[in-house]
């Protein structure tokens, strides 16, 4: 090997050299950075360039040099008066520097990069739309989820009045003597009683095909009506009445 040889970072001997404790750690990692760019640059110079390369340097050289008297075509605007630097034109308002070349490298035909440029734009607005379009249904889900957790409370709320309402009719039923509900569902349903048969169910099922808003109007309006009982403020009353001009749940009642 010749002596003006860069070493090899990753060889052993650069691994094998003094990584004593008082030599710093960024000391010998600058030192490393060092050593592979300068590799880098010697990579890069040895590296034998394509022919395009080579070409682009060469037309790059030369379309950065002013033409000369050699040239012919400058040699006849100078005949006529031009001078370096001066812009075209009998009044001077012509170009200054020659036009620009927009040399062609691809192997590709006259408008394939318009073509091109058109499909990108095409695809990104596709996209975009399909973002909104997701965007808009996690919203109608959010919103529908919000609606459906808002049925449930109401219909949770409805259902506990509906118990309520149950429990205080049995209770003003029985104490009127009366042992059996006008409804089957106007009383709750004892916890121990033996399942019925499959007709009584069908029966029943047949007879409480009314949606709990609807049971709980009906039950509250049976209440107020046969005993003059509110169940929105709790208290029975002496009579019609006294029941329509004292009981403050009558908006409720109405309501409902």
């Known amino acids: 090997m010749e002596e003006d040889e860069e070493e090899d970072y990753m ?6 050299q003094d990584v004593r404790p008082g030599l710093p750690m960024v000391r010998r990692v600058k030192e490393a950075i060092q050593k592979e760019e300068k590799q880098k640059e010697a990579n ?3 590296r034998q360039k394509s022919i395009k390369e080579e070409e682009k340097e060469r037309r790059d050289l030369v379309l950065k040099s002013a033409l000369g008297n050699e040239n012919k075509g400058f040699a006849l605007l100078q005949k006529m008066g031009y001078k370096s630097g001066q812009a075209l034109g009998k009044s001077g308002e012509g170009i200054v520097e020659p036009i620009p070349l927009n040399i062609k490298t691809g192997r590709s035909g006259l408008g394939h990069e318009e073509l ?3 499909k990108a734009e095409e695809k990104l607005e596709n996209y975009r739309q399909k973002l909104h379009m997701k965007k808009q249904a996690n919203e109608q889900a959010a919103d529908q989820f919000r609606i459906r957790f808002k049925n449930k409370q109401e219909e949770r709320k409805m259902e506990g009045d509906l118990r309520k309402s149950q429990r205080a009719c049995q209770q003003l039923d029985m104490q009127k003597d009366i042992d059996v509900p006008k409804e089957t569902w106007y009383w709750l349903e004892p916890e ?8 009584d169910k069908e029966d029943e099922c047949t007879s409480s095909d009314l949606s709990v808003s ?7 309006t049976y209440l107020r009506q046969e005993h003059f009982y509110c169940i929105w403020c709790g208290t029975t009353y002496e009579d019609s009445e006294d029941l329509s001009s004292n009981c403050p749940g009558n908006s409720a009642a109405d309501h409902d």
């Open 214 to 220: 609807e049971k709980l109007h009906i039950l509250t």
């Open 116 to 118: 091109k440029k058109r």
């Open 192 to 199: 121990e009683e033996d399942k019925k048969d499959e007709e």
């Open 44 to 46: 890069e110079k040895n």
């Open 11 to 16: 060889s052993d001997l650069f691994i094998k």
